[in-house]
């Protein structure tokens, strides 16, 4: 069954058929939640309350990209829980990497003498990128997680933000500058874990 | 030490390395690369910025967030059962 179909029948109630839409996006809506949350357990929840949502407002969908009404989704989830924290801040204890594990003497919290050359690894440069977009307004951070993580057209981008390109550009454009200014902090991880072959 | 450039500018190598100007916006930035050290040098950190975030890991999800009926508050359909099975029933059990 292609997607159209499946909407179709999700739009009826058809749990099962909502469920192979739910295997096709999880990715990429787990991938959205955790790079602008920046932890694991928010980004399960926030994923899993996104196809609840979903699920809920299907008839809502009006056709279109399924891929940009998911992120917008999504997005608002993740404004939710940030409003959350905000009233209720929380510290993590330590700072995780992509897969969940603990950074142990993360970069920007360790004594940059005690770190040998060789510990510099391509999970510290991870952590640093994330850390990061961590510090960029919510704003930047979701636009520069759709264009340059998800891979989204500006249009795209326009069309789940629900602004005008202009503020799509804008906000990359500054997005991009905060984080060229905050990598310079750990530039000698860039040259060898970023290959700028092929890049426009 | 991080060299500062306008908003504007800024705005413009972020487009320009996306494709995003137009011949004449685009003849222009090259123009100003030749002889502007500082718009290059900036230039090229973005790049680098954009790579650096381009090259992060696409993650996949870490368990499967299927719903079931109870999630979304559903009943699956049950079989119908017509009316008069359960005297048919308890009429063969006499």
Redesign the interface.
């Given at each position: 069954m292609d997607e159209t179909a499946l909407i179709h029948s999700a739009r009826g109630?058809d749990?099962d058929a909502?469920?192979r839409l739910?295997?096709a996006y999880?990715?990429i809506?787990?991938?959205q939640a955790?790079?602008v949350l920046g932890d694991?357990q928010a980004a399960?929840d926030a994923?899993?309350e996104t196809?609840?949502s979903a699920?809920?407002n299907i008839r809502s969908f009006r056709g279109g990209s399924l891929r940009a009404w998911l992120l917008r989704i999504v997005t608002n989830t993740c404004y939710d829980e940030l409003r959350r924290r905000k009233r209720r801040p929380t510290t993590p204890l330590e700072p995780m990497d992509?897969t969940?594990e603990e950074i142990e003497s993360p970069r920007w919290i360790a004594d940059e003498a005690a770190l040998p050359e060789e510990r510099v690894e391509r999970t510290e440069?991870?952590g640093a990128?994330?850390h990061c977009?961590e510090q960029l307004p919510l704003e930047f951070k979701v636009i520069?997680t759709l264009?340059?993580?998800q891979g989204m057209d500006?249009t795209e981008a326009a069309i789940v933000i629900d602004k005008p390109l202009g503020t799509v550009?804008?906000r990359?454009?500054?997005a991009?500058?905060r984080?060229?200014?905050c990598?310079?902090d750990f530039r000698e991880l860039?040259p060898t874990?970023?290959?700028?072959d092929n890049?426009? | 030490m991080v060299m500062r450039i306008s908003e504007r500018d800024l705005e413009v190598l972020s487009n320009y390395l996306d494709g995003q100007l137009t011949t004449g916006e685009r003849a222009r930035l090259e123009a100003r690369l030749q002889t502007e050290l500082e718009l290059r040098t900036v230039l090229e950190q973005i790049r680098q910025t954009r790579a650096a975030v381009r090259n992060l890991p696409f993650l996949r999800a870490p368990r499967n967030y299927t719903l079931t009926p109870k999630m979304v508050g559903v009943r699956r359909q049950s079989p119908r059962i017509y009316p008069g099975f359960f005297s048919i029933c308890s009429s063969s059990n006499r």
């Open positions: 109630g749990l909502f469920n739910v295997l999880q990715d809506i787990y991938n955790y790079r694991n399960d994923t899993q196809f609840i699920f809920h992509d969940g440069l991870r990128i994330q977009l520069v264009i340059d993580i500006y550009k804008s990359l454009a500054r991009r500058g984080l060229r200014e990598l310079q860039l874990a970023v290959r700028l890049e426009a | -």
